[in-house]
């Protein structure tokens, strides 16, 4: 016990805090779909840490995979000279699930990362400045990333920020028409994260696509908390019958370990490579480490199937979740939102359900809603048990 409170003071004393609350839990092991506590408590992973762990914790193929790496090397040489295997195959096997016209994948460290390589490959390509997004958008939190959130609470201490940037409202087709022949790109959530899992229309999709098209502008879709499997697809355009120009990728990607993508063609892609040479630079982008973990993890995602029971388990959850203070479930898949009446009482049963071993909490932009994205290989069982502790706790406060 003394330990665990010196390591926690240890925490609050030495290392960097970006809230005054943190949630200051303290766990020892991770398996499946659940976190281990001190004290040996299982708790339910229901938000798989914020969108990483898809596969759960502690998958064997992937452990496997980053040990046989480490033997072989780690860190060899900066992002793009040398071949390096693990880089090599996860591309072609990323490439092998997407549309013929993403054909080149840059490897980076983090979805920010991600963002940041996108924005500069549209400027690039493009010759324009202008760069359009949604409101109530996140996709991280550098400086070309905030410059593109939609949320000025967030944004207003760091100005000046990237000029040139406007906001539409997402999935209202009618503000597409801001989309311009001088629009470099269009830079947008396929389904919004931390607005609180905001689905858009099949039409309105199509009708981005049609304007992209009609006016050269790169359409940047950012799946960097839907794909993977997350939403029943393995990435979320699928749904709608479209395809990016440009695609984000990160969180699941590396099945736990740090690796982010933008995905292209080969003609966008081409521009970082003159006029000047070397357009994105990184040091540890596309770590072997990281792109070894990476690829086990798409190959156990795809080889056990674990997308097909996606929508089901979905379903399950959503026959779980009825209660009169529930005023929605938003979401596709296993990335859910359940809305209730305020923060307060959000806070107060997320709180509960974490006293009572599910772990759950409520988004960047949406306080009253609480976040639902387990590991995808949670079982039915694992879903009722968790729907239960929830239930119980909305029943407690209201
Ligand atoms: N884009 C989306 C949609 C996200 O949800 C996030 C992180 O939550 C990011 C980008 C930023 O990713 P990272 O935290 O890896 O920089």
Redesign the pocket.
């Known amino acids: 016990m003394g330990d665990m409170l010196t390591l926690r003071q240890l925490f609050l004393a030495n290392n960097a805090q970006t809230t005054s609350f943190p949630l200051l839990l303290e766990f020892e092991r991770a398996e499946g779909v659940h976190l281990y506590d001190l004290a040996g408590k299982a708790y339910i992973d229901l938000i798989s840490g ?2 990483v762990s898809s596969l759960g914790h502690g998958n064997q193929k992937i452990i496997d995979a980053i040990k046989t790496q480490v033997d072989k090397y780690m860190h060899l040489m900066v992002y793009g000279e040398y071949v390096q295997t693990p880089q090599v195959r996860f591309a072609e096997k990323l490439l092998s699930t997407l549309p013929h016209n993403m054909q080149s994948v840059y490897f980076v460290n ?4 991600a ?1 940041e390589g996108a924005l500069k490959l549209a400027k690039r390509y493009t010759g324009r400045q202008q760069i359009i997004a949604c409101k109530n958008s ?4 550098t400086h070309g ?1 905030l410059s593109v959130m939609g949320n000025e609470d967030f944004k207003q201490a760091y100005r000046p920020l990237l000029p040139g940037v406007s906001f539409i409202r997402f999935n209202k087709t009618e503000d597409l028409q801001l989309i311009t022949e001088n629009t470099a790109c269009i830079i947008i ?1 396929t389904i919004q ?2 607005a609180g899992i905001r689905v858009p229309d099949h039409l309105y999709m199509q009708a981005l696509r049609k304007r992209c098209n009609e006016t050269g502008t790169l359409l940047i879709l ?1 799946e ?2 839907a794909a993977m499997g997350r939403t029943g697809k393995l990435f979320a355009f699928e749904h709608y019958g479209i395809a990016p120009d440009i695609l ?1 990728l ?2 699941a990607l590396g099945g736990g370990m740090p690796v ?1 993508a933008f995905v292209s063609s080969n003609q966008i892609m081409d521009s970082l490579k003159e006029n000047p040479i070397l357009g994105h630079i990184t040091t540890f982008g596309g770590h072997p480490v990281c792109c070894a973990a990476g690829l086990a993890a798409l190959e156990v995602l795809l080889d056990e199937n674990l997308i097909a029971a996606v929508a089901e388990k979905e379903a399950l959850m959503r026959s779980l979740l009825i209660h009169p203070a529930i005023k929605q479930i938003r979401g596709k898949g296993l990335m859910l939102a359940i809305e209730l009446d305020s923060f307060d009482i959000n806070k107060k049963i997320i709180d509960r359900c974490i006293a009572n071993g599910v772990i759950t909490d409520w988004f960047l932009h949406c306080d009253n809603s609480m976040r639902i994205a387990p590991p995808l290989i949670i079982t039915p069982d694992e879903i009722k048990k968790a729907c239960f502790v929830i239930i119980e706790a909305i029943s407690f406060y209201c």
């Open positions: 914020i969108g983090s979805g920010a990362e963002v996140y996709h991280g939190s990333a959530e994260g931390e950012d960097i908390q984000l990160a969180k982010g």
